[in-house]
Each structure stands twice: as C-alpha cells, then as structure tokens.
C-alpha cells in the first residue's frame, strides 16, 4: 500500500481525525432568570403582551419544557443552520502612489443582526409557531434588546454536537471482538452557546389540500444574539 494511503487511513484511526456523526446533535433553550426554564420566559412573553396588545395571542407557557429533554434538548427541533464569520476589508487611498498598491485594513466583523442563528421546528397539533414562537416575536417588538428591565423574554440557546466514545481507539479491533465491553454514551465533540437571544423572524404557515409534505409542517425561525462561544465540554 502506498506510504500516503497508510498516512491517511492512520489520520482517521484516531478519534481527533475521524469523520464525525453530524446527524447527531441537540438544541438547549434554557431562560436567564427563576429556574432557567422556558417556562418562565413564556410567563414573561404572556406579561407583555399582557401590558400592550391584550387578549391577541394565546401563549402556552410551558411548550417548551414540555417538549425538551435533559440529554436530548428540544426534541421538535430539526435542523439548524449557524451563523458564519466574515470581515469587511478596505483600502486606503495614497494620492500619488505611483505603481504602489493601496494599503488594506479590517474594517469591521459581519454584524449578528443580519447573521443569525436559524432553527427548523416541527409543527404538531398545539402549535409551537402559533402558540410561543410568533408571541415571542411580537413581545420582542414591545420590549426591544438594549433594556431588559423586568419580565425578561431573552434565553440562551445550546448547540451541542455529538459523536462516537473515544472510549476504544486505542484498539478499535480488540474491544469489537469482545462481548464483555461496557457501553459508553456519545460524546460532545463541541458546544456552540449563543447568550441574550430572542427570535426576530418566521416563515409563514402553508396549507393545502394536496399530499402532506414535509415543507407543511416545518418552518424556520431566525434568531438574534448578543455573542457566541464555542468549547468542548470537559
């Protein structure tokens, strides 16, 4: 066998160098205040359109929690798309530069409000979209993001990634042929925590009277944040 093939079949032994499972993965909304719930913030979503636009949306409280999991996070959620980085780069002008090129420079890092976080929801018979997410959006408008001030609506989300136990790399071919190996649990290979969020956007409901499809009964929600980190969970 060829000394590259061997170098790259090597690089993928190794639980660093391996393919991950990115269909493993969980999304965690938890509430800034009280107990950390969303349950909480929902009560808070209730309050405020409470105060300004009474009687108009119908918010269950507790959808969220109800629907989430300690191991698994929201489990109606699905699929996510994170927020890239980019930075704007300029040039400076230099009157009478003759053949030399401008000068360049960071001009500033692509902002989060046009850059956000997006979440794929499922919509089941008491409706996530209907129910808290669209409340949330409009309590947003209410409140704003620079005062919190009381009845706090913001949460911080979790995205964490999930793949195989490095548990047995160190002999994949023995701990195989052994019917005794103990069962370890995935792993989290990284964890994106984006603070102060509050969902800005929706895509809007279809129906028909033709064949169910997917597109029917799940729809994308925009997030804003403040900031991200990401960081393996030790």
Not at 8 to 28: C, E, F, M, S, T
Not at 36 to 64: A, C, R
Not at 185 to 197: A, D, S
Request: aromatic share 12%.
């Amino acid at each position: 066998m060829a000394q590259p093939i061997k170098q790259r079949i090597k690089v993928h032994q190794d639980w660093a160098g391996d393919i991950p499972l990115k269909n493993l993965w969980g999304v965690y909304f938890s509430g800034r205040d009280g107990d950390g719930t969303l349950t909480n913030v929902g009560s808070n979503i209730k309050q405020t359109l409470d105060d300004f636009q009474p009687g108009s949306f119908h918010v269950e409280t507790g959808l969220i929690d109800k629907f989430s999991s300690n191991d698994e996070g929201y489990l109606l959620a699905q699929g996510v798309s994170m927020p890239t980085e980019n930075v704007q780069v300029n040039t400076t002008d230099i009157r009478g530069a003759g053949g030399f090129i401008q000068g360049y420079y960071g001009e500033s890092r692509g902002k989060y409000g046009t850059n956000g976080l997006s979440i794929d929801f499922l919509e089941t018979n008491t409706d996530i979209f209907d129910f808290f997410i669209r409340p949330w959006i409009v309590a947003t408008s209410y409140k704003g993001l620079i005062e919190d001030g009381e009845n706090d609506i913001k949460c911080n989300i979790t995205v964490a990634q999930y793949s195989r136990t490095d548990a047995f790399y160190g002999d994949k071919w023995g701990s195989s042929q052994n019917p005794r190996r103990g069962f370890h649990e995935y792993k989290v290979r990284k964890q994106t925590n984006f603070h102060n969020c509050v969902p800005v956007s929706m895509a809007a409901d279809q129906m028909s009277y033709g064949e169910l499809s997917e597109s029917d009964i799940k729809r994308s929600v925009g997030w804003t944040f403040s900031h991200y980190d990401i960081n393996i969970p030790r």
